[in-house]
């Protein structure tokens, strides 16, 4: 039992920025780390709920409820996902070597695309929560996506090939017992299921784009970087998120 909670503050302590006590990092502890990544989610789900019950009570416009959302979703993770984010689109839109993008992904400087990736990217997810405060009723779809992302991304973590410079995920994925997988699988489905439940056609849609989003991802990095890294998996969590919340706002106000 006590190597089940320090696998949970691992994994705590390493996708968010939540405090939590510190704990070892050895192998009995590392082997259930990743099974609880999509808690995290739940609790940036839960902060979301949390920011829009705010809003709503103190008659809050939809505005700032989308500047709010955007950060505290940043406040919760630590921005380590956005980190991983501008480091991969640097590397992509370089368009040079394989060695030369794995070189890049570990440069610590910011280059300019990830300045305007990262921009693209903070517009669209403040314009579409604008959408959905108007639209309370998908709400929790936007709160579920949370998980998803975060299930999927430790799937590839545990089941995609890793490129000869990875560090964090080789560590997490090499470490993770062979339960992991299923237990990640079972999280993917049993949230793609409350989607559907919840409102059938955009729960489909939703599916649907982080289903091609997830194939992208995997071609993407194969071809490119001859595998996974860190910063691939948080790429891959920022534009699923972000393409999610777009398909959202856009079918939200739809009658479906």
Request: with cysteine.
């Amino acid at each position: 039992m006590k190597s089940v909670f320090e696998s949970f503050f691992i994994a705590i302590s390493m996708y968010s920025a939540i405090p939590v006590p510190i704990v070892d990092w050895n192998e009995k502890n590392m082997k259930n780390a990743l099974c609880f990544f999509p808690l995290v989610g739940l609790i940036c789900a839960i902060a979301l709920w949390a920011v829009y019950a705010f809003c709503q009570y103190f008659g809050v416009n939809h505005i700032l409820f989308a500047a709010l959302a955007v950060f505290v979703n940043v406040l919760v993770t630590g921005g380590l996902h956005i980190d991983g984010f501008c480091d991969t689109s640097d590397a992509i839109f370089s368009r040079r070597s394989r060695e030369e993008m794995l070189k890049i992904l570990k440069d610590p400087n910011c280059g300019p695309f990830a300045v305007l990736s990262v921009i693209v990217v903070f517009l669209l997810n403040f314009s579409a929560y604008t959408q959905i405060y108007a639209h309370a009723d998908v709400l929790s779809q936007a709160m579920l996506n949370f998980v998803l992302s975060r299930a999927l991304s430790g799937i590839s973590v545990i089941c995609f090939p890793r490129a000869k410079t990875s560090t964090l995920a080789k560590t997490f994925g090499e470490n993770a017992s062979t339960n992991s997988s299923y237990i990640l699988m079972a999280a993917a489905l049993a949230t793609v299921s409350l989607m559907i439940w919840n409102k059938a056609a955009i729960g489909i849609a939703l599916t649907i784009s982080s289903g091609i989003i997830f194939l992208y991802y995997y071609k993407m990095a194969i071809s490119r970087f001859g595998g996974i890294t860190g910063d691939l998996a948080g790429y891959f969590l920022v534009v699923c998120e972000t393409v999610s919340l777009v398909l959202i706002a856009l079918l939200g106000g739809v009658k479906l």
